[in-house]
């Protein structure tokens, strides 16, 4: 199978609907594979959702938006990135997402004391969906694509992530109907955390096919991502952290890793049309340095005749 990744995260997204519609208790709406506080240490005490939130769908009509979507970008990312790389990406970005989801909305709850951040379910494809543009655009971050032209590449995550955050308002502002809150209410927050993870994934962690680890260069930096009016803040700021992270002994394998050597050329041999420009180009050195020692002839003979006539005048 050319694309086993790509096709096996369409099964897996199938599979956790199908054991969610069957296993969910007809009270529980959001699922039994979604990440919520009462799921994790409350209520039903199920870990598993850390891993299976950001792939699962409680409903029919969120996959028929994903799958295409998902399967579309992974394999365009698969071929480059590697079948075992892109598990260990989606796999970090949407659990890192979850866990740092999990976390927010618990402080949100010691902060508010209000039960909705206890009950709220969360789970979708969205941040597993931003990773991928990551990785989609990081060898060629400033080319355009023809499906839009006048967009570099390197702001499809944060165009997506915009998009999902404003269904995640909609869903928010939308309480009427709490299937639709419960479909667009996580889009955003695992959008723009799946999108951060997945670099940060691709930056540090990922086994390149060279034997080396991450991507550290300026061409994959944080502020790629960003606007060009934000990396006056970004930037040094990024950099200081990352010196500081640095300073603390982390990353110690990137700062030892050998600089990449600049190709070397070296000469065509047995090439005609090389051999006839060489052979042009030292015809017209010789008569250049002809013709500047002709002329430094003359300039002496001058000199000798000027010398010869005043020795006559004395």
Same mark, same amino acid.
Not at 168 to 179: D, E, H, K, Q, V
């Given at each position: 199978?050319?694309?086993?990744?790509?096709?096996?995260?369409?099964?897996?997204?199938?599979?956790?609907?199908?054991?969610?519609?069957?296993?969910?208790?007809?009270?529980?709406?959001?699922?039994?594979?979604?990440?919520?506080?009462?799921?994790?240490?409350?209520?039903?005490?199920?870990?598993?959702?850390?891993?299976?939130?950001?792939?699962?769908?409680?409903?029919?009509?969120?996959?028929?938006?994903?799958?295409?979507?998902?399967?579309?970008?992974?394999?365009?990312?698969?071929?480059?990135?590697?079948?075992?790389?892109?598990?260990?990406? +989606?796999?970090?970005?949407?659990?890192?997402?979850?866990?740092?989801?999990?976390?927010?909305?618990? *402080? +949100?709850?010691?902060?508010?004391?209000?039960?909705?951040?206890?009950?709220?379910?969360?789970?979708?494809?969205?941040?597993?969906?931003?990773?991928?543009?990551?990785?989609?655009?990081?060898?060629?971050?400033?080319?355009?694509?023809?499906?839009?032209?006048?967009?570099? +590449?390197?702001?499809?995550?944060?165009?997506?992530?915009?998009?999902?955050?404003?269904?995640?308002?909609?869903?928010?502002?939308?309480?009427?109907?709490?299937?639709?809150?419960?479909? +667009?209410?996580?889009?955003?927050?695992?959008?723009?955390?799946?999108?951060?993870?997945?670099?940060?994934?691709?930056?540090?962690?990922?086994?390149? $096919? #060279?034997?080396?680890?991450?991507?550290?260069?300026?061409?994959?930096?944080?502020?790629?991502?960003?606007?060009?009016?934000?990396?006056?803040?970004?930037?040094?700021?990024?950099?200081?952290?990352?010196?500081?992270?640095?300073?603390?002994?982390?990353?110690?394998?990137?700062?030892?890793?050998?600089?990449?050597?600049?190709?070397?050329?070296?000469?065509?041999?047995?090439?005609?049309?090389?051999?006839? $420009?060489?052979? $042009?180009?030292?015809?017209?050195?010789?008569?250049?340095?002809?013709?500047?020692?002709?002329? $430094?002839?003359?300039?002496?003979?001058?000199?000798?005749?000027?010398?010869?006539?005043? #020795?006559? *005048?004395?």
């Amino acid at each position: 199978m050319r694309l086993p990744v790509s096709v096996g995260l369409v099964l897996c997204m199938l599979l956790l609907w199908f054991i969610g519609a069957v296993f969910t208790p007809e009270g529980e709406k959001g699922g039994v594979l979604a990440l919520s506080v009462a799921d994790v240490i409350l209520r039903h005490i199920r870990p598993w959702v850390y891993v299976t939130a950001g792939f699962y769908h409680p409903y029919i009509m969120q996959l028929l938006f994903v799958l295409p979507l998902g399967f579309g970008l992974a394999k365009r990312v698969e071929p480059d990135l590697g079948a075992i790389n892109l598990v260990r990406l +989606l796999v970090f970005a949407n659990t890192a997402a979850a866990l740092v989801l999990f976390v927010n909305l618990f *402080v +949100l709850y010691i902060v508010f004391r209000d039960p909705i951040y206890l009950e709220a379910n969360f789970s979708g494809f969205t941040g597993g969906i931003t990773a991928l543009l990551v990785a989609y655009m990081k060898p060629t971050p400033y080319a355009a694509a023809p499906l839009f032209p006048g967009v570099q +590449l390197r702001y499809y995550p944060l165009v997506a992530s915009g998009v999902f955050s404003f269904c995640s308002i909609f869903g928010l502002a939308f309480s009427a109907g709490p299937a639709v809150s419960i479909m +667009l209410v996580s889009a955003g927050p695992f959008s723009v955390l799946g999108g951060f993870f997945g670099w940060y994934y691709l930056r540090f962690l990922n086994k390149n $096919r #060279d034997q080396t680890v991450g991507d550290v260069s300026d061409e994959f930096a944080l502020i790629v991502l960003l606007p060009d009016f934000s990396k006056p803040v970004i930037g040094p700021l990024a950099n200081f952290c990352f010196s500081v992270v640095k300073l603390c002994g982390f990353f110690k394998k990137r700062a030892a890793q050998k600089p990449k050597m600049l190709p070397i050329l070296t000469e065509i041999k047995n090439d005609p049309i090389a051999e006839r $420009r060489k052979a $042009r180009a030292m015809k017209a050195l010789d008569e250049k340095l002809a013709k500047l020692a002709h002329a $430094r002839d003359d300039s002496g003979s001058s000199l000798l005749s000027v010398e010869v006539r005043d #020795d006559g *005048v004395e």
